[in-house]
């Protein structure tokens, strides 16, 4: 009796929890407005320590600090461009979880949608080919058909006879 | 024509082979952040001296006035980061035997056991700045410690180690880019 309270309690408490916050509460600007440009900002921004990580979720020391100067420059009236650029040309596109529009990046960009097209013709080809050939067998069975099937009946209209 | 589109499918994984081939290679380091600051002017930043340390502080004015008699290193580090530690004799050495001038940025470390740990190892800086906040390692981009930047005589990073300089590739490395700096460095003064 006691240990079914025990799991529907841990039960419990996995469904009521919800995932860690990195961001620590004496982060978190007074302005609700700003607080939010934040952590839009910090979302898009990767930790340089852990770096699948954005810098949002990361609880390393550097992903503090980021954080703590996003908020800053935004307090001092930075747009969230102008944040992104700071970060940018101190870390690098790297910080970025979205890769700019650029000719080092082009590759990056193009190659998938490249790599479908090249996918969506080879399968267009082949079910092209295969549409006609099947046309194409349909119709020389039709034709096959009609002279088979008239063959046994006349065979068999014939061969009594002989 | 037809033949050709036959070799279309060769094509393709012949240079998807070749990618995957060059994934493969285990000189490649995924995890490596190239770094902006290199062929850059040093970024702006002004710390003081460690607290309690006759060292004075570094600025990054300091970098720039660089008289090209021999190229700067700039050595991010701090007492509770162990690799720091093992880096601390070839970087000692390196100040000893090849004429470079080592400058520290002593980060987010307190000045008590700074100064603890430069009294038991040595201390190879000319000059260390204390970088309480961590403000001045996010100018410098770096993403732990210890990094370590070679500057050249104008003012210019040509190098970035990100790491202990340990061992003989970190230490060539190191080698070529400070050739580099005293090369840069005398066309410019």
């Known amino acids: 009796m006691i240990g079914r309270f025990v799991i529907t309690l841990v039960i419990l408490a996995a469904l009521v929890s919800q995932p860690a916050f990195a961001v620590e509460p004496d982060e978190l600007l007074a302005d609700p407005v700003l607080e939010q440009r934040a952590r839009v900002i910090s979302k898009q921004v990767r930790c340089v320590v852990c770096q699948n990580q954005d810098i949002d979720s990361s609880n390393a020391g550097v992903a503090r600090d980021l954080r703590l100067l996003v908020r800053e420059r935004l307090v001092a009236g930075d747009t969230d461009q102008q944040v992104m650029d700071f970060l940018v040309a101190r870390y690098g596109d790297y910080v970025l979880f979205n890769p700019p529009w650029k000719p080092s ?58 | 024509m037809k033949r050709l589109f036959a070799l ?45 340390l006759d060292t004075d502080g570094l600025s990054s004015t300091d970098l720039v006035k660089n008289d090209g008699s021999a190229p700067i290193v700039v050595n991010v580090f701090a007492s509770w980061c162990v690799p720091c530690r093992a880096e601390h004799a070839v970087l000692t050495r390196m100040v ?33 700045g204390s970088d309480l906040d961590g403000r001045a390692g996010i100018e410098w981009g770096i993403s732990g410690v210890p990094e370590t930047f070679v500057i050249d005589g104008a003012g210019k990073v040509v190098f970035r180690f990100v790491g202990p300089v340990l061992g003989d590739e970190a230490i060539s490395r190191m080698r070529t880019a400070l050739d580099q700096a005293r090369a840069s460095g005398g066309e410019a003064s």
Not at chain 1, 139 to 146: F, L, M, N, P
Not at chain 2, 22 to 33: A, F, Q, V
Not at chain 2, 97 to 126: C, S, T, V
């Open chain 1, 105 to 162: 990046t082009y590759i990056l960009w193009v190659a998938p949608i490249v790599i479908l097209g090249l996918g969506g013709i080879a399968t267009a080809a082949v079910l092209i080919q295969n549409a006609r050939r099947y046309r194409k067998s349909r119709k020389q069975e039709a034709e096959h058909g009609a002279s088979e099937e008239q063959k046994p009946e006349s065979h068999s209209l014939t061969e009594p006879q002989a």
């Open chain 2, 8 to 52: 279309f499918p060769i094509t393709i994984a012949g240079i998807l082979g070749a990618f995957l081939l060059w994934g493969l290679n285990p000189d490649r380091d995924p995890n490596e952040i190239p770094s902006v600051l290199i062929s850059q002017p040093v970024p702006g930043f002004d710390l003081p001296p460690v607290d309690g």
């Open chain 2, 96 to 128: 000893r035997d090849e004429g470079i001038r080592l400058m520290g940025i002593n980060y987010k470390d307190k000045p008590k056991d700074a100064r603890k740990w430069l009294d038991d190892l040595g201390n190879p800086y000319e000059r260390i």
